[in-house]
């Protein structure tokens, strides 16, 4: 009988939630920035003060991973303990000490019949996230929707359902205490996957999705949407060493780029390396020794015993791991177009010291972050200096990179007249 | 046998279309802005020269479209003549010494690693733009893609089929001839509708489709476009007169707003009048006097005997014609509830002299466009100085409201180090 319960159609219930927090997003786009500092410091408190009740929750949560066999990566994306507590309520109040983009003036210009025109920055409206099995970003997204003056409605994994509800309620009890909407952060409260589906589906009720996991997760998402999208599917890097590279640079800079953490989004996944380049070895030996897996054609396996054949689909594979493909190529065009057919418009880098072949990779690359002489694995809205990123987006439009508040934020035009009528 | 020839389907053709675009718009990318102005009057140049073509092509259009019984509404949106010709090509003269947004740096930081990160400018990619009878937009919209570095798949009416080939074939011939790619705009060949719908689910390959048309054109590509839509499907505009309004002010306001141009998209369709406010009868009065049809309940038709009872569609209805709906409310909340519960987030104005309550109305109207003391009618790209605009858009991310070069381009993040790693 559940399921012919009207109310418990996922799409009746996502369509009330959204009608919450389209009024939420009202009220919060009347607060101003003081205001949302106040409320996300009294939620980062209200954290503080039911560690105890989260730390419960999540208890039960990793007793049920155990018991359903989720990996040991899973388990640990799982787990809070009183140190990651800690840094979920120093991160909110990080968020809190963010400047507000919302009512910034973008540009302000007069016309000659005396209207005075604005562009002003404003909350999107509503946000839907979906993530998995991390319950940190039940707060970290959270946060940074209601600090951008939207209303947040977020859907977490069935797996950390215990701690995402837990957290939930201290986040919208510290909200409430200070004056927040209390469904500023709704939880959706159904572990029901039609329920993503709905928000999917929910054109002009949510403004736009944020789908925060794996690539399954984001792919769906991706697939399924009719509501706007800010994601990326895939992170295939390139690090292109250039004949004019700094040897000693290049080789640092492969092995950062590659190996620092293998399962970011940052990561490089292929390297190219001119073959004009004075001597690739010390690169490949110095990854080979850093117990990278190298795989290259036999021009490359010349290079190195340790180089095994690279397959066709070698070039499109994000790894998120300690295997990289190695291709020599004829120069920064050549380097280019493999780009060009392989990449992902995420984050590729050059490494040369001749400024004019730089510009050149620089302007030709079509990718959200191209980077010059640097690693490809500070792809993140922190080393940006942005404080926090709700996400990655590798499509074109509206935002690209990392994206933080200033990217949950659209404009409006705002005109001011004396009683002008068009002629 | 036609349709099973790989060739001619719609799928296959768009996407060798789309590839030659995304060719043309590396190229056009490259290009400075000087040399997009010198293509753009290059092609102004041959639209001139080409004048006898392009009309005799224009009146094999209008022969038809008057043996199949197009409206004269119709017929006068298809026509060219000499001046209509030479607006379109001093059109293309505008655009061509607009401000290039492209390569616009929009910020800068230094991190202190020592990265200096920009934020710059970039076009979209390929935008595709579907449009009906008006063979204008041929020129106009595919120049605006060109100067903001973008290439064009220009898709227009079976209507206007002659036009649109020989206004293309003056543009290409005019870009080419001053070194911009021949590709930088493309006409689909076909009038096939399949073509559009091929368009819409090109996911990645075009970047932005823009429909240029009729409510039911715009309604088809929201409804069936996995590719991003800028867009507008309603322009349901209020006009609020406020209990301090200037009555005389109120009273011009309301008529231009609804009279001017009764078809625009920026029309008002609703007069919301405050019940505080002194005397509505001389604004209906003039209303009625320019043969106004004025829709109302029984306390607006007390005021007037011109009044005619609204039915409960008449507050979701967008006329586009000389009738306007009218009602009573109490005060800047109710006006703006039934806005928030009727209107299309287009554009909203106030009447009043009271400027707390006028900055009440900008700031919780939540439209693409809100205007104090002024006419909705000027809800346009060149009266906002943008030079022209390839569309007004109500969706909330990317771009909102009149949308011109600046709304054509994307940015991506360039990072410029000196062997940075990430610790």
């Avoid at 105890?52 to 989720?70: H, R, S």
């Avoid at 940074?144 to 977020?154: D, E, P, T, Y």
């Avoid at 110095?286 to 010349?302: F, P, Y």
Wanted: hydrophobic share 45%; proline share 4%; net charge negative.
């Amino acid at each position: 009988m559940h399921g012919s319960d009207p109310q418990t159609l996922p799409e009746t219930l996502i369509a009330a939630m959204a009608a919450q927090a389209r009024a939420a997003s009202h009220r919060l786009a009347a607060m101003d920035s003081a205001a949302k500092s106040r409320a996300l410091l009294a939620a980062a408190a209200e954290v503080r003060a039911q560690a105890e009740t989260i730390l419960a929750a999540n208890a039960l949560d990793m007793a049920a991973g155990q018991a359903n066999g989720l990996t040991p990566a899973l388990l640990d994306r799982l787990r809070l303990d009183a140190g990651r507590l800690e840094a979920m309520a120093a991160g909110i109040e990080d968020v809190a000490r963010l400047d507000d983009p919302a009512g910034r003036v973008i540009e302000e210009t007069r016309r000659p019949n005396g209207l005075v025109l604005q562009r002003v920055r404003v909350p999107i409206g509503v946000i839907g996230i979906i993530y998995e099995s991390r319950p940190n970003v039940t707060a970290d997204a959270g946060v940074l929707c209601v600090m951008s003056g939207n209303a947040a409605i977020l859907r977490g994994g069935s797996e950390a359902v215990h701690s995402n509800r837990a957290i939930h309620a201290a986040l919208a009890k510290g909200l409430a205490s200070a004056g927040a909407p209390a469904d500023a952060v709704q939880l959706v409260p159904t572990t029901d996957r039609a329920a993503v589906g709905a928000m999917l589906r929910a054109e002009g009720a949510i403004d736009m999705i944020v789908p925060r996991g794996g690539k399954s997760l984001v792919a769906r998402v991706q697939e399924e949407a009719r509501v706007p999208v800010l994601a990326h599917l895939d992170g295939l890097n390139h690090t292109y060493v250039d004949r004019a590279a700094d040897p000693e640079m290049a080789r640092t800079l492969a092995v950062n780029a590659k190996l620092r953490r293998t399962g970011v989004c940052g990561a490089t996944e292929t390297l190219l390396i001119d073959r004009a380049f004075a001597d690739p070895r010390p690169i490949l030996a110095a990854l080979a020794e850093a117990k990278c897996e190298l795989r290259g054609d036999a021009e490359v396996q010349a290079l190195d015993p340790r180089v095994v054949p690279a397959s066709a689909q070698d070039w499109d594979t994000e790894y998120l791991d300690a295997i990289l493909s190695v291709k020599l190529v004829d120069g920064v065009e050549e380097a280019m177009a493999h780009i060009a057919a392989h990449g992902s418009h995420h984050t590729d880098a050059i490494v040369t010291e001749d400024a004019a072949t730089a510009e050149r990779f620089l302007n030709g690359v079509d990718s959200a972050i191209v980077m010059w002489n640097a690693s490809t694995q500070f792809a993140d809205g922190g080393e940006f200096g942005l404080g926090a990123e709700i996400g990655i987006s590798t499509g074109r439009l509206h935002a690209r990179g990392p994206v933080a508040l200033e990217g949950l934020t659209t404009y409006k035009w705002v005109v001011r007249g004396t009683g002008q009528t068009r002629p």
